[in-house]
């Protein structure tokens, strides 16, 4: 047989921290750093040791034992910068230890597959809701309510089965925006203030807002957090049915962009006195349910198209009247349902597909089907029983 390996890593951010972790673990990870560090020579589980770490090239560490069985497991603390980590771990590589990427090492040193998952993932949080949310998972609330639905299925309980799975696949469209934030597009005729919109929302002014029709020919988008969602926010070309044909390549963008949305604000001019462009109908239509239709600049005296658009969300993106309220309609439309604290949420891109093709199947009376794709999402999961 052979011998496991021993691996570092780096645990913290390159380069950005006062103090760095270096992580060491396997059979000759106590050895090695023994003979390397210049301090005590009793190194106990458990005792912080203070000394130097090196060969001919050293520095300053604080050294802890993590535990010396069944694998020994040691923590380096050293001074943050690239060349003081990059001596260290060059260091090691000379003593035959393997140096690896902290995700690896977290997925070596988790014991079950999805706990590993959650701990990357909540490194890339953005959000301290996201991040709670992914804390939940962590400690087993998604695995927890995997093994009631192995548990369901063994009994060939059903209904049960069918709750669970109604549970989970109810929330994997959240679960696949935890990191990845919401697209957000922004979509109307030219010059009704869509810009003026996302920099207001966006608090500053990232998007070009001019008088002159047709000046935002690129997507320029921006990220924020509503409501403690990510949220990426897209601005877009004013969509009108004629334009020049550079001002095309942007229509054509913005047309890709809404129907690859997730929700598209259509903005409407509330104080425009004529109706001079019709949006184009077959984008609306594509938009479908996915739409919240704002009517901005009602700083202004109402314009014709106010009466047509009673229920349209009224905004001034220069006042900024009703954005509060933009705000929270955007954020209830993405979640109409947020979670409890502790609920299970799927959140692996390959758990959420796998969560709702299973459930399309199941909901569809194809339980066999069903039952077959959730074994084997089961036994990758690894669900405690
Ligand atoms: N009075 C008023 N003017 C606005 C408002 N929003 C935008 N505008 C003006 O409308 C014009 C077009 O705005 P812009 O954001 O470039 O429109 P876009 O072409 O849809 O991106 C600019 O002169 C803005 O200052 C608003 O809420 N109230
Ligand atoms: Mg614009």
New binding site residues.
Partial sequence: MIAPATFAACLTPDGTGAIATIAVRGPTALEVVEQLFRGTRDLKPGAVHFGKFGVELADEVVLRVKQAVPLPWVELHCHGGRAVVGMILETLRQQGIVTCAWQEFVRQTTERPLQAEAALLLATAPTTRTAAILLDQYQGSCERALAELRTALHRNELESAGRWLAELAGRAVLGRHLTTPWRVVVA??????????V?ALAGYRR?????L????RDLVSVQIALDGWPVELC?TA?LRAEASALEGQGIRLAEDAVAAADLCLW?LDG?ATVPTVVPLPDLSFRAGTKTLVLL?????PAGWVRECEPTALR?????GAGLGELCEAIARRLVPEPPPVGAAVPFTPALCDGITAAWDLWSSEKHDEARGLLDRILEWSNAPS
């Fill in positions: 109307g005729a030219p010059n009704v203030g869509k810009s003026s919109l920099n998007s070009i807002v001019s008088p029709p047709g000046t935002t601005d004013g903005v104080a901005n600049k009602i700083d202004q905004v001034s993106a220069q006042s």
